[in-house]
């Protein structure tokens, strides 16, 4: 028996289960690519406002407000560099787990040390006859360890949105009110340690509050 040339050619015809799975996949890896920049995003925000970054840039602004960029740049390496290289000796260590210490009871020993390192700068800017506003800034570096070293007792407290919080809020109160405007950028930061899952909201709220209070408590002391 011979083939009919002449039948037609019958497709397989294509379900809709397969479409919907393509569809599927492509949501799926879309979303996933949104929350990997959305994490790559907060990481370089969490970094870019790490506390030791911050303290650097505070006093190279203190140092060019008073003209005295040495001392500004003492001060930086002394509340910046210095506290990191301490960090990442910990962890070297053993004794903390990253370069954010994230773990709540590995925070009171780089307090402590971070605290020394400052008392030692206070120090050498009084000998070296520091300008008032980088004297006040130490200062107000020396109280707010001390309080959130305190406060870390009970929770692990924000460090990097109350640090920000406070070097604002002191900025905005001796170099020019238009520093203030940098309050809006405190949810930011807040989003950044809670996307990458080192903060919960109620820690974000204690940073919040401990570096208003510590900008507080200096402005009484010191600025008034």
Known sequence: MTENWMDPVV??????????????????????????????????????CAPWVLNIGFFLILGDVTGAWTLGIVAAIGTGIVPMILILGLMKLGRVGNHHVTTRNQRGLVFVGIIVCVIILIFILRALEAPQLIWDGMFSALIFLVLFAQVTLKIKASVHV????????????????????????????????????????SEIVAGVVTGAVATGICYALLLA
């Open 11 to 48: 497709e397989p015809q294509s379900t809709g289960e397969g479409k919907s799975d393509t569809i599927w996949l492509e949501i799926v890896t879309t979303d996933q690519n949104k929350r990997s920049l959305s994490e790559l995003a907060a990481r370089i925000v969490s970094e870019i």
């Open 162 to 201: 109350g640090l920000w919080v406070c070097l604002v809020m002191f900025l905005g109160l001796t170099v020019s009110s238009w520093w203030l405007l940098g309050l809006l950028f405190t949810p930011v930061t807040a989003w950044a340690r809670m996307r990458i899952k080192h903060h919960t909201m």
